[in-house]
């Protein structure tokens, strides 16, 4: 079992559409949760951070994270075609490495 | 803030030439940078840690004599592909850590390089 599950989609949604992304993970060790955003031949981009099960907001997207379940979520509100990328989730343990496990990327295609 | 830079952004090399790729962190230090490689449609994979003033870390099967880490200041780290091969094509891309910020674990990336041996 991979450390990091993630489908990699493609996902396609109508302009104004709310999106679900998902990420699950085996380690009960991970610490920190993020979602990066990655347009095509650019370099991820961050998103959302956070380190706590619960929800964590910002604008139009939140951030949901599940430890017990070890499952978390990136929920996109009213979908722009801007918002076409693909959405990495990553997870670190913390620590002085912070290396950080990907997964693999949903490709999120927003169709106006 | 949290700029990461790379250059060049692209490059086209004969097989068996060596390529060096800069990556700096413009608006904060960074004592820990991470050089990544990705494939057409495929996830960032880890090649190897650097930090600042010491040995770069490599992961499991990447050599490190083919792709030589420099880290030599707080803002400047760097990749050299030797002898490069056909197979080495890939996205390259840069992270760095913010030492200054609390959110240590947070990696700010640069925009990548993209590699093509002929």
């Known amino acids: 079992q991979k450390e990091v599950e993630q489908d990699p989609g493609p996902l396609s949604v109508p302009e104004g559409a709310i999106v679900s992304l998902n990420c699950t993970y085996s380690n009960s060790a991970f610490q920190y949760f993020m979602w990066y955003r990655q347009y095509s031949r650019k370099g991820p981009e961050l998103l959302m951070y956070t380190y706590s099960s619960g929800n964590k907001e910002d604008g139009r997207f939140t951030a949901q994270v599940d430890k017990s379940s070890k499952y978390i979520s990136l929920f996109i509100r009213d979908s722009q075609p801007s918002d076409s990328a693909t959405y990495l989730c990553a997870m670190g343990y913390g620590g002085s490495q912070g290396n950080l496990i990907f997964g693999k990327g949903t490709k999120l295609s927003v169709k106006p | 803030g949290a700029v990461v830079s790379q250059h060049p952004s692209w490059v086209i090399c004969k097989s068996g030439t060596s390529v060096k790729i800069e990556c700096r962190s413009l608006d904060f230090q960074a004592t820990t940078m991470f050089w990544y490689r990705q494939f057409p449609k495929q996830s960032l994979m880890l090649m190897a840690t650097s930090n600042e003033g010491s040995k770069a870390t490599y992961e499991q099967g990447v050599e490190k004599d083919k792709f030589l880490i420099n880290h030599a200041s707080l803002t400047l780290s760097t990749l050299t592909v030797t002898s490069a091969h056909p197979e080495d094509s890939s996205f390259y891309i840069c992270?760095?850590?913010?030492?200054?910020?609390?959110?240590?674990?947070?990696?700010?990336f640069g925009p990548g390089t993209r590699l093509l041996v002929l």
């Open positions: 992270s760095a850590r913010d030492i200054g910020l609390s959110l240590r674990e947070t990696q700010y």
